[in-house]
């Protein structure tokens, strides 16, 4: 992922890209200043703070330590896990629990930051809801890990999920789950506004008789399907289905 590697050093009088880049991850460590693509004295005075915090060299200038501690959540949060006997599902978990300690969010406005361009391969803005993209993701890393084919196409469509679902015979309306404890854990749950649309998802954690354990990426603490991070939710079963992994 571009975001990821830093081309040249930036300092006060740069501009561009990157440098709205080092202006996000700086907002994302609480440092908040205005996302323009300009390295002027606020984002000068900023980078200090930061560089002091972080017992770096307190020069103003971005170059490849003071850029890796900026990543550091995101790199923690694609940090392989061993596979330990771990099911699927149990992998699911564990890679979203991961990201999760790291706190993803929005930056810069709605559905835009790193966190957002990682999940949805580089697209953001309001056009890209990424509820979808962040279960997507956390399938795709855990597959990867134990090196085994995905179980389902997967996509930034909610839709498109259950339709792959559907054709690998893993999908289940939440009225056909008698025992409620089967919507296993690290399997996806789908929020059904019609019975052939589906507006947001997320991954069970933990299933009870009235209601099961998520994490959800673009929600909050409304539990809303356009919110800004990714949350620990409790939800109920009604107008839910389920793909299970």
């Known amino acids: 992922m571009k975001d990821l590697v830093l081309d040249k050093n930036y300092k006060k009088g740069s501009k561009g890209k990157k440098v709205e880049l080092i ?3 700086l907002c994302l ?11 002027g004295p606020a984002t ?4 200090i703070s930061f560089q002091k915090r972080k017992r770096l060299k307190a020069d103003g200038i971005v170059g490849k330590k003071t850029f890796a501690k900026l990543i550091l959540p995101m790199i923690d949060a694609l940090e392989p896990i061993p596979k330990d006997e771990k099911s699927l599902g149990q992998m699911v978990i564990a890679y979203a629990k991961q990201h999760l300690k790291q ?8 559905n835009r930051g790193p966190w957002v361009r990682l999940y949805m391969k580089g697209n953001e803005g309001s056009a890209w809801p990424w509820c979808a993209g962040f279960v997507s993701y956390i399938l795709k890393q855990t597959c990867q890990s134990l090196n085994i084919p995905l179980p389902i196409k997967t996509s930034f469509s909610c839709d498109f999920l259950a339709a792959s ?4 015979g893993i999908f289940v309306k939440g009225s056909k789950i008698a025992d409620k404890r089967k919507s296993t854990p690290g399997s996806f749950f ?4 019609t019975s052939t649309d589906w507006v947001h998802t997320g991954i069970v954690i933990r299933s009870e008789d009235e209601v099961f354990h998520t994490m959800e990426g673009n929600t909050n603490d409304e539990g809303s399907r356009e919110g800004y991070e990714v949350c620990r939710r409790i939800r109920g079963y009604k107008k839910k289905d389920f793909i299970l992994i």
């Open 103 to 110: 706190h993803p969010r929005e930056i810069g406005g709605q």
């Open 23 to 25: 202006q996000e991850w």
């Open 44 to 47: 000068d005075y900023t980078v």
């Open 165 to 168: 679902a559907k054709k690998k």
């Open 190 to 193: 789908l929020s059904r506004r």
């Open 29 to 39: 460590h609480n440092l908040h200043i205005v996302i323009d693509g300009d390295f």
